[in-house]
């Protein structure tokens, strides 16, 4: 079982910049056999895929719409996963959500996670 709690989310203008937090909880145990996700899905809209972090070995990917705009990073000892968001357009407007899954293969489905955080707000205002 995981847990995931996000935090950062918030209201900023085009252009600006906001970093998001997801806090995962594996009872205790490593993450080293998990992949962190971020997805977000905006009003009547399908959820999109990221950007992904394989915990062992920290390689990252994302989704082409935020390629070069976002970063997805993590600290060890905190067990907590970032998104690094600048140059954000109204588009990137979306309930933002952390996802874990068991597993050392890059994976941008939905579906193929087991774990979701609650989800935090990130407005952009043009």
């Known amino acids: 079982q995981v847990q995931l709690v996000e935090s950062g989310g918030g209201l900023v203008q085009a252009g600006g910049s906001l970093r998001l937090s997801c806090a995962a909880s594996?009872?205790?145990?490593?993450?080293?056999?998990?992949?962190l996700s971020w997805f977000r899905q905006a009003p009547g809209k399908d959820q999109e895929f990221v950007a992904g972090l394989v915990w062992n070995g920290g390689s990252t990917y994302y989704g082409d719409s935020v390629k070069g705009r976002f970063t997805i990073s993590r600290d060890n000892a905190k067990n907590t996963v970032y998104l690094q968001m600048n140059s954000l357009k109204p588009e990137d407007t979306a309930v933002y959500y952390c996802a874990a899954r068991r597993g050392v293969t890059r994976r941008t489905m939905a579906r193929e996670y087991d774990y979701w955080g609650q989800g935090t707000q990130v407005t952009v205002s043009s």
């Open positions: 594996a009872s205790g145990r490593t993450l080293s056999s998990y992949t």
